[in-house]
């Protein structure tokens, strides 16, 4: 007959067996599961029923690190509301774990004299026992994953310590995917986006194209009247050099943008007086905004030592004649100054106008790529 010892022994084995066998199957149901959980309060919900099995798992918290703020945030699924809490680096367990890339196991007396010694506070009730595993990726550290109890007759073993690890593998695994989705989700939304910009920049290009086109064929045409007065065929003359240099500047923005896209464009730095530059841009367009019946005002509020900068001419008064013509197009009646100053130690442009303004929603599409705050084409 088998001894008292010996059937203990084979009814040890038998359940460590069993147990081995479950967990496994829980693996595999995780595994096939994540495919369809979405976010951590999916993943909390899932992993708290498949180690039910095993352990007690009521109270289990993932904690996934966010490296641009350098922080760790709890995710709990509590009273059927879904929370995201910031947590500490220090004096939490969490924190502890994640430091120190490995599993902490502790119960009653031990955990009571750890917290002591090592400062922890618990942002919830102090648990009886508590059980932290680190979630280590291929190159980083994303966090960590915690069990705990309340009650004094369910404690944690290296056992329990042995399946958490296998369980926070497979959460690896789980975040890996997630990310990758997610990754994919934002590479398609940029190039949906991008695809849709570039529409709407060909549409507007092929408009400011085809409008001084238009102009230059159509006063070629009167320009061969034979009874045209010297009078408007140098007029009509004028009109077709607007219009040519107004399709040249078109094509130069193309360029220019390209150029930007690929990463080509160059800076060329030249010490510059500002007072001039501004002086410059006056001029350039005092006898357009003289034509639309608006008055160009320019103050440049800088000392003789503040006038000198070292800076692309060419860029700046790119960005500077854009905003002037800008506001000449959109303003109907009233004034435009231009103005140059240091304010907070910064050098601040400011073209301000009496147009039609645009709305606080729009202010920062206006920054986009090939994006208007009115992108249609009979746009006020």
Not at 150 to 169: G, L, T, W
Not at 185 to 194: L, Q, Y
């Amino acid at each position: 007959m088998l001894s008292f010892a010996c059937m203990l022994g084979i009814l040890v084995d038998i359940t460590k067996q069993k147990r081995d066998e479950k967990v496994q199957q829980i693996l595999y149901d995780i595994a096939t599961s994540s495919f369809n959980t979405q976010n951590p309060y999916q993943l909390l919900e899932l992993l708290k029923k498949e180690l039910s099995l095993v352990m007690d798992s009521n109270h289990l918290h993932i904690s996934l690190y966010q490296p641009d703020v350098e922080k760790l945030y709890r995710y709990r699924y509590h009273d059927s509301q879904e929370e995201k809490i910031e947590l500490p680096m220090e004096h939490t367990l969490s924190g502890y774990v994640f430091k120190n890339r490995q599993s902490l196991l502790l119960s009653g007396d031990e955990l009571v004299q750890f917290a002591r010694d090592n400062d922890i506070q618990f942002v919830d009730e102090q648990p009886t026992s508590w059980l932290g595993v680190p979630l280590r990726g291929d190159r980083e550290l994303m966090g960590t994953i915690n069990v705990f109890s309340y009650d004094e007759s369910k404690v944690f073993n290296p056992s329990d310590k042995r399946v958490m690890e296998q369980i926070a593998h497979e959460v690896v695994l789980m975040i890996g995917r997630w990310n990758l989705v997610h990754d994919l989700v934002i590479a398609k939304e940029r190039a949906e986006g991008s695809d849709r910009l570039k529409t709407t920049f060909l549409m507007n290009m092929s408009h400011e194209i085809r409008t001084p086109m238009n102009s230059i064929l159509g006063f070629l045409d009167l320009i061969q009247e034979p009874d045209l007065s010297r009078e408007e065929q140098e007029n009509y003359i004028r009109i077709v050099d607007k219009s040519s240099r107004r399709f040249l500047n078109t094509l130069h923005d193309i360029i220019e943008i390209s150029k930007i896209e690929t990463g080509e464009t160059q800076v060329n730095l030249t010490k510059e007086n500002l007072k001039a530059v501004m002086q410059q841009q006056f001029e350039n367009h005092r006898e357009t905004c003289a034509r639309s019946g608006l008055q160009l005002k320019m103050n440049v509020d800088l000392k003789r030592e503040e006038s000198w900068l070292y800076t692309d001419r060419q860029k700046l008064d790119a960005i500077l004649s854009n905003l002037i013509s800008n506001a000449i197009k959109f303003t109907r009646k009233g004034e435009i100054r231009l103005e140059c100053s240091i304010t907070d130690n910064e050098l601040l442009f400011q073209v301000i106008d009496t147009g039609v303004g645009i709305p606080d929603d729009k202010l920062n599409a206006i920054f986009n790529r090939f994006e208007q705050a009115d992108g249609c084409m009979n746009r006020q």
